[in-house]
């Protein structure tokens, strides 16, 4: 049985693809950006902010920048509550905490918003940790933020999993030496964490359980 968890919040707690895709769209609009299929915009949950719009739209650092600003600008306001939590994740809190795990949030999403997103959906209470990004840019990587979640937590690398739904979050956890459970209910596809090298993938929140439980 794992010690730590470390969970990732988007697609992996929450669906929170309509906000996201909402403000991508939001901002690119401002930028004078237009883009005629939404499901384009996906791409962008996982990795950092700036470097999608660098990467998916040639934009220059100082365009990336406003990018970002336009972005929190419809987030703060609407899309961070056009979010649900998944099916079967309240009961995966609490069984997991029952279990007697450390439980860490470890997201790429600013400090403020995933403390209110937890808030929001009234699950903070089952996390001992909050491990996520800074708003000036800082400690945005997943492999930053996983380290950060080690250091704050106290958690042992051998006792210690990190579960997520992206490429980013395997790819984390293994460059640090974290153990980690690629889960299929969210963004991500079985090939892609597959070929990130996960350690074991779970379909549903109750099969994230047995994995925490029984896996070595």
Do not use: W
């Amino acid at each position: 049985m794992f010690k730590n968890v470390f969970f990732d919040l988007d697609g992996t707690l929450t669906d929170s693809a309509e906000g996201i895709i909402n403000s991508v769209e939001y901002a690119l609009k401002r930028l004078g950006i237009t883009v005629y299929k939404r499901s384009e915009l996906y791409k962008f949950i996982g990795p950092p902010l700036s470097d999608s719009f660098a990467e998916f739209f040639g934009l220059s650092e100082e365009k990336c920048k406003e990018g970002v600003r336009l972005y929190r600008e419809y987030f703060s306001e609407k899309g961070i509550y056009e979010n649900k939590l998944y099916d079967g994740i309240q009961d995966l809190l609490e069984k997991t905490k029952a279990a007697g795990m450390t439980l860490v949030l470890a997201t790429s999403k600013p400090q403020e918003f995933a403390e209110e997103i937890l808030r929001y959906f009234d699950i903070a209470k089952y996390f001992d940790f909050i491990a996520a990004a800074e708003m000036n840019g800082k400690r945005n990587r997943k492999q930053d933020i996983i380290n950060y979640a080690l250091e704050i937590s106290g958690a042992k690398r051998n006792e210690t999993v990190m579960v997520g739904d992206r490429k980013f979050d395997v790819l984390g956890a293994k460059s640090v030496g974290v153990a980690s459970i690629g889960v299929l209910y969210g963004f991500g596809t079985e090939e892609e964490l597959k070929e990130a090298g996960a350690d074991h993938i779970a379909k549903t929140p109750e099969e994230v359980f047995e994995l925490l439980i029984y896996a070595e």
